[in-house]
C-alpha cells in the first residue's frame, strides 16, 4: 500500500519550503527532485510566511535555528491555509536555544508530522535534555530489546502534539497515538552520509503534501522510500567498491529511479501490537 503514495507524489509534484540545515539545504533539494517533488528553500523572515502560501508542505529544521522567527511565521501561515507542516527537531536536546525554540514551535504551530532520530524523539517526549547532537547517541538506538519502549515514547509524543511521530534509525518507529509501524530496512552506510535526517524530514513534507489527511501513512511511505532508496544503494556500493560519497549519489539516483514494485519489493513493514 505504501508505494501508492509514490505515485502520488510523482503525479502531483508538490512543492515543499524547507527551512533547514544550511549543511544540508542542497541534498533536500535534490532528493525533492529526485522524489518528484519541487524545492524551496526561503528562509528569509520577510518572506517566508508569504513563500509558504504557494506552497504544498513545510518542512522546519532546528538545524536552521537561527530563523526561529522565520520559521514561527511561515508555520502559523501554513496552519492558516491548511498546509501540513513537518519538525525536525534537530538536536533539540543538547542546547536550551533549541529545547526553547522546539516548544516555542509546538505552541504556535499545529504539525503534521514530527520527525526525529532517537535521542531527539526522546526528548521530545520526555522534556528531557541531553542526546549525542545530530547523531543518536549509543543508548538510545532501537533494538529488538528496547523496541517496545521506543514505540511507547513515539505513542506518548504523538498523543501530545496530535502528531504523527517518525522515528528513524537502523528500525524506524512511526505512530499517531493509536496506530504503531515499524521499518526494518535500510542500511548502515546511510547513518555515514551527512543529512540523511534532513533529506527523510523532506521526503515527509512531499509525501504529506501528497496526502495531507494521512500523516501517519505519509511518514511511513517517506521513510520506506527512504529506507529501499538506501538499500538500493548500498547493493551498488558494494558491487563497484566504492565509498560514502559516491553512497550519496547512489542513493539520490536511487530515489529518482525508485519503481513502486521496488518500494514494495522486500519492503519489512508491519503494525508494532504491543
Not at 127 to 149: F, H, I, K, Q, Y
Not at 164 to 181: E, H
Not at 218 to 227: G, R, S, T
Request: hydrophobic share 45%; aromatic share 4%.
Amino acid at each position: 500500500m505504501l508505494e501508492e503514495y509514490l505515485t502520488r507524489v510523482r503525479d502531483r509534484a508538490p512543492l515543499v519550503q524547507c527551512i533547514t540545515n544550511f549543511v544540508t539545504v542542497n541534498d533536500c533539494a535534490n532528493v525533492l527532485l529526485a522524489a518528484g517533488a519541487s524545492p524551496t528553500m526561503a528562509h528569509c523572515r520577510e518572506e517566508a510566511a508569504e513563500v509558504t502560501e504557494h506552497c504544498q508542505a513545510l518542512v522546519l529544521n532546528l538545524g536552521a535555528v537561527e530563523w526561529r522567527e522565520a520559521m514561527l511565521l511561515a508555520g502559523r501561515r501554513a496552519n492558516e491555509l491548511g498546509i501540513p507542516v513537518v519538525l525536525d527537531p534537530v538536536g533539540v536536546g543538547t542546547t536550551s536555544l533549541r529545547r526553547r525554540t522546539a516548544a516555542e514551535l509546538l505552541d504556535q504551530v499545529k504539525f503534521a508530522v514530527i520527525r526525529g532520530n532517537a535521542s531527539e524523539i526522546r526528548a521530545l517526549a520526555l522534556g528531557s535534555a541531553g542526546g549525542s547532537g545530530v547523531d543518536v547517541s549509543a543508548a538510545d538506538a532501537v533494538t529488538e530489546e528496547n523496541l517496545p519502549r521506543a514505540a511507547e515514547l513515539v505513542r506518548m509524543l504523538a498523543r501530545r502534539t496530535g502528531a504523527a511521530a517518525a522515528l528513524s534509525g537502523v528500525i524506524d518507529v512511526i505512530g499517531d497515538g493509536t496506530r504503531t509501524a515499524v521499518l526494518r530496512n535500510g542500511c548502515a552506510s546511510m547513518a555515514r552520509i551527512t543529512g540523511s535526517g534532513c533529506m527523510l524530514a523532506a521526503l515527509t513534507g512531499a509525501f504529506c503534501a501528497a496526502a495531507p489527511e494521512e500523516p501517519f501513512l505519509a511518514a511511513a511511505a517517506a521513510a520506506a522510500v527512504m529506507d529501499r532508496a538506501g538499500e538500493l544503494a548500498e547493493a551498488r556500493r558494494l558491487k563497484n567498491g566504492t565509498g560514502t560519497a559516491t553512497f550519496r549519489t547512489d542513493f539520490i539516483d536511487a530515489v529518482s529511479n525508485l519503481t513502486p514494485e521496488q518500494l514494495k519489493e522486500g519492503l519489512r513493514c508491519e503494525i508494532y501490537q504491543r
